[in-house]
């Protein structure tokens, strides 16, 4: 079966940080683009960073760059999101998905992606 699992979430102060993962099972994550996407209540989901299959990492939204950045861990079988001076606008549930077929490129959009975790909330407030 496959599937995507989210952790790392949490309750964090501003200006903190979180480390996410995005486990898969049940297929190989180093043949996949990683994309790293949140949504806040009553938003739509918005985009925010992928890893190509060869590493190379592709900023969906200037939002979060400087911030958040995108690793993988092929051992592992685990994408990492690393968030960094938290904001309480970064405040939502986020996301990790895998789309296939894109080789050293990131999909363009979330529509092109294939499979989806359930998602971890992140909250950050004093």
């Known amino acids: 079966q496959v599937q995507l699992v989210e952790t790392g979430g949490g309750l964090v102060q501003p200006g903190g940080s979180l480390r996410l993962s995005c486990a898969a099972s049940?297929?190989?994550?180093?043949?996949?683009?990683i994309g790293w996407f949140r949504q806040a209540p009553e938003k739509e989901r918005e985009a925010l960073l992928c890893?190509?299959?060869?590493?190379?990492?592709?900023y969906y939204t200037d939002s979060v760059k400087g911030r958040f950045t995108i690793s993988r861990d092929n051992a592992k079988n685990t994408v990492y999101l690393q968030l960094n001076s938290l904001k309480p606008e970064d405040t939502a549930e986020y996301y990790c998905?895998?789309?296939?077929?894109?080789?050293?490129?990131?999909?363009?959009?979330?529509?092109?992606?294939?499979?989806w975790g359930p998602g971890t909330q992140v909250t950050v407030s004093s």
């Open positions: 049940g297929f190989t994550l180093d043949n996949y683009a």
């Open positions: 890893i190509s299959r060869t590493d190379i990492s592709t």
């Open positions: 998905a895998a789309g296939v077929g894109y080789g050293s490129k990131c999909p363009d959009n979330r529509y092109q992606y294939d499979y």
